[in-house]
């Protein structure tokens, strides 16, 4: 079988209000859930469904995702893309 590209869009912006608590002192993409942060058990699912490059849809958050994962994870490439919001918009991942 021939190899594919494969990139898995994950979104990882919003600052996770709905989850009270648990942000408070952290964005929503850096909760733990059973002992890990939320976006690895995403990128670990992606990643073993043949996903060759993961792009991280990010906002204020942005530094914080990128120095708790670097721009790889189990050696596929995390591309941090940041968007921009309306100040009248309501986005939430």
């Known amino acids: ?3 594919r590209d494969l990139d898995a869009v994950i979104p990882a ?5 709905r989850v009270g608590e648990l942000t408070a002192d952290r964005p ?3 909760v733990d ?3 890990r942060p939320l976006p690895a058990h995403v990128f670990e699912t992606v990643v073993d469904a ?3 490059e993961l792009i991280v849809i990010v906002g204020d958050e942005a530094p914080q995702i990128v120095d708790r994962f670097g721009h790889a994870f189990e050696g596929i490439p995390i591309t941090a893309s940041r968007f921009a919001r309306s100040p009248n918009s309501h986005h939430r991942a």
């Open 1 to 3: 079988m021939a190899s």
């Open 13 to 17: 912006a919003s600052r996770g209000s």
């Open 28 to 30: 929503k993409g850096l």
């Open 33 to 35: 859930v059973a002992g």
């Open 50 to 52: 043949g996903a060759d």
